[in-house]
């Protein structure tokens, strides 16, 4: 009987294969686990060696993402070449293009804008060429971990704390100075649970950070879960769809996360909605967004804080002060101003002419061609415009970017017209 390569491997469904292939697709679906758990896990597996006395700076974390990377490009490489890549490997293309002119015209290399289409795109290719099974398998696996750490940070916070030693590791590689973070436990500055911070009420204590190691890449992880499964959710068995309401729910009470909070329901409603909404409609929501955001500041004064106002108001000064040569040369300086606004992130690492290749990726990378697609579009345009009004960097973080464009990747190379994405595999894993 012939070895078939199972759906996902290639476009279109099964076919023989030699087992010189069978054995190439095989290693590609578990080179594929591992590249991606190691992407969402790397962070706090350098956290327990640095508390454990392994020296840490930012050059260990900068290698680990490099060959991350490396490894994914490699895999997707092992997978042998598709139609569908013509889209992210053009991607990559114009952005090296794009980082070698704005570094002659800086002086200095600008390289983070290539950094953050390199993750989208290397693992979007990635997830290309694997079946769903291997899918479901990375998603349970970080699913699990993240909820079995974040009990126990929950349960026994000093033991947590003692283990992972966040303060210590983030300042080591990211420069912060010590005294930004709770010196008495060890945590993140971010989670501090202040009076006038939204709150649920229900858990007390610092925000939770599970192996995240700080509260933004937690809120981010809970959001892709979801998007995960509003995309599969027909095929996934009980246990998983407990596991991830579980994780989801438990990650948005501890720590409070607004954004994960705020798209919830839309994701929810969105399952029924989105696959009626007209195709590519979504490269309209950044400038309905923007558009609104400029309405709210002509009636209501300009103003920085933790709120929704605050948060909005920082992305609107922020872009109103960007200068001609910010937009068509980017500008590296202002990287370290922008974490708390997105589009002007996006605008000072790409250049506009990076942001506009940015919002044409986020709109085609997924033919709507089914209802499973139809809603990882929309849901992971939402997440992400929705996050660029407030945050910089959290949705190019390799911690859960890896695993929302894995995602993502598959997705789009996923055959049918119906809920179900693949049909050559059984319900239960």
């Given amino acids: 009987m012939a070895t078939t390569i199972p759906c996902g491997i290639g476009r279109g469904g099964a076919w023989p294969a030699s087992p010189r292939q069978a054995a190439a697709g095989a290693a590609v679906q578990r ?24 020296a840490m700076n930012v050059t260990v974390v900068i290698a680990c993402e490099i060959l991350i990377l490396l490894t994914a490009l490699g895999a997707s490489a092992m997978g042998g070449a598709r139609r569908s890549d013509a889209l992210p490997l053009g991607y990559i293309y114009f952005s090296a293009t794009l980082t070698l002119v704005m570094s002659l015209a800086q002086t200095r290399l600008a390289i983070d804008g290539l ?36 009990i126990w940070e929950i349960s026994a916070l000093e033991s947590y704390a003692a283990t992972f030693r966040p303060a210590d590791y983030l300042a080591a590689t990211r420069g912060y100075a010590v005294q930004e973070f709770y010196e008495d436990v060890g945590l993140s500055i971010g989670t501090i649970a202040y009076s006038s911070r939204f709150s649920f009420g229900i858990f007390t204590g610092p925000r939770t950070s599970s192996i995240m190691l700080e509260q933004v890449g937690i809120n981010c992880f809970a ?9 599969l959710w027909s095929r996934l068995s009980i246990m998983e769809k407990i596991l991830l309401a579980s994780t989801i729910v438990l990650i948005i009470l501890s720590n409070n996360a607004r954004m994960a909070s705020l798209i919830l329901p839309v994701i929810i409603i969105g399952y029924f909605v989105f696959p009626r909404l007209p195709r590519y409609l979504n490269l309209a929501i950044p400038v309905v967004l923007l558009a609104a955001m400029l309405l709210v500041f002509q009636f209501h004064p ?33 990287l370290t101003r922008a974490f708390d606004t997105g589009y002007g992130y996006t605008i000072a690492a790409n250049t506009i002419f990076g942001a506009f290749a940015y919002w044409t990726y986020l709109t085609f990378v997924v033919p709507q061609d089914s209802a499973a697609k139809r ?22 973080s390799m911690k ?18 119906s809920d179900d994405v693949h049909r050559v595999l059984p319900k239960r894993l």
Wanted: charged content about 10%; overall charge positive.
């Fill in 375 to 396: 809603r990882t579009a929309w849901s992971m345009n939402t997440y992400i415009y929705l996050w660029l009004m407030v945050g910089g960097t959290a949705s190019f």
């Fill in 400 to 417: 859960t970017a890896s695993l929302l464009w894995f995602l993502v990747g598959f997705i789009r190379v996923s055959p049918g017209d």
């Fill in 302 to 334: 300009v103003r920085i804080g933790d709120d929704l106002i605050g948060r909005l108001g920082v992305t609107y000064k922020f872009l109103s002060r960007l200068t001609p040569q910010d937009l068509l040369a980017g500008n590296p300086r202002l």
């Fill in 115 to 150: 950094r953050n289409v390199l993750i989208i795109a290397g693992f979007t290719l990635l997830g290309g060429r694997v079946n769903e099974r291997t899918v479901r398998t990375v998603f349970t696996v970080c699913s699990a971990v993240m909820l079995l750490v974040l």
């Fill in 223 to 231: 959001i892709t879960l979801m998007i995960y499964s509003s995309s």
């Fill in 31 to 54: 080179l594929a686990i591992v590249t991606v758990v190691a992407g969402v896990m790397y962070n706090a597996l350098l956290a327990i060696l640095a508390a454990h006395g392994v």
